[in-house]
C-alpha cells in the first residue's frame, strides 16, 4: 500500500539550516525561517499573523499621519485609531514568540540528531565476537578474513580504471569516517579494513565493504 504524503518521514535539517532558518525567523520575518525548515503549516501560520500585524501597523501609522496633517488644515475630525496599532503589534509580537518556539524546535532536532549520529558511529565501532564475524563475512563473500581484517583484491583493465576505483573508494571512505588501507598494483587494487580504535573488525569494516562491492559492480 503506497505511503500518503503526509505520512512520509520529514527530511532531517542541517545544523546550518536550522541555524539560518532560525536568524531569519528572528531577525528578519517570523515564518519565512519555518518554511526554510520545512515547517510548513506553521511556517504559514506565522507569516499570516505577521503580515497581518504588519499591515494593521501600516494602516494605523497612515491614518495618524493623515489626521496629524488634517489638524493642520482643520479639515479632518480627529478620531481614535491607537487600537489598530495596538493589534497590529500584538498580532506580529505573537507570530514572533511563535517563531521563536520553532526555532528552537529546530535547534534542538539537530542536536538531537547529531547526538543519534555520534551514538550510531559509536557503536560501529563496538568489536565483533568469534560468533558475529562469520555471519557479517557472509554479507561480503567476495572478501576474505586475515585475522584481525578483511582484505578483497580488485582488477581492472588498466592503471586508470584501477585509480578511478580509489578515488570513488575514498570519497565513499571519507562519508562514512573510515578508512581502509590500499595496494595500489598497476590494475590491481587490494583494500584492507578494520577497526584499529577497537582492536578488530566492527560493523563499521562490513558495511563500508558492502558500499565497496557495490561500487565495484556499478564501475564494471
Known amino acids: 500500500m503506497p505511503m500518503k504524503p503526509s505520512s512520509r518521514p520529514r527530511k532531517p535539517v542541517s545544523r546550518v539550516a536550522a541555524r539560518n532558518a532560525a536568524l531569519v525567523n528572528q531577525l528578519a520575518t517570523p515564518g519565512l525561517g519555518s518554511l526554510m525548515g520545512r515547517r510548513w503549516l506553521v511556517g504559514a501560520g506565522q507569516i499570516s499573523l505577521s503580515l497581518a500585524g504588519c499591515v494593521m501597523i501600516c494602516a494605523w501609522f497612515c491614518k495618524e499621519l493623515y489626521q496629524y496633517y488634517g489638524q493642520i488644515t482643520g479639515d479632518v475630525k480627529v478620531e481614535p485609531v491607537g487600537w489598530i496599532g495596538e493589534w497590529g503589534a500584538i498580532l506580529f509580537a505573537t507570530a514572533w514568540f511563535w517563531a521563536l518556539v520553532t526555532s528552537f524546535s529546530l535547534l ?81 587494487v587490494t583494500l584492507t579494513l578494520t577497526t584499529h580504535k577497537a582492536g578488530g573488525l566492527t560493523e563499521m569494516d562490513f558495511a563500508l565493504a558492502q558500499k565497496v562491492d557495490r561500487l565495484q559492480v556499478a564501475k564494471r
Open 108 to 188: 534542538r532536532e539537530v542536536s538531537r540528531t547529531g547526538l543519534q549520529s555520534l551514538e550510531s558511529f559509536a557503536a560501529g565501532q563496538l568489536k565483533l565476537d568469534a560468533i558475529q564475524i562469520p555471519i557479517a563475512l557472509a554479507t561480503v563473500p567476495d572478501w576474505k578474513r586475515q585475522g584481525d581484517v578483511i582484505t578483497r583484491t580488485f582488477e581492472f583493465k588498466d592503471f586508470s580504471a584501477a585509480m578511478e576505483f580509489v578515488n570513488a573508494v575514498a570519497e565513499l571512505a571519507e562519508q562514512a569516517w573510515h578508512h581502509p588501507d590500499i595496494d595500489i598494483r598497476w590494475n590491481k
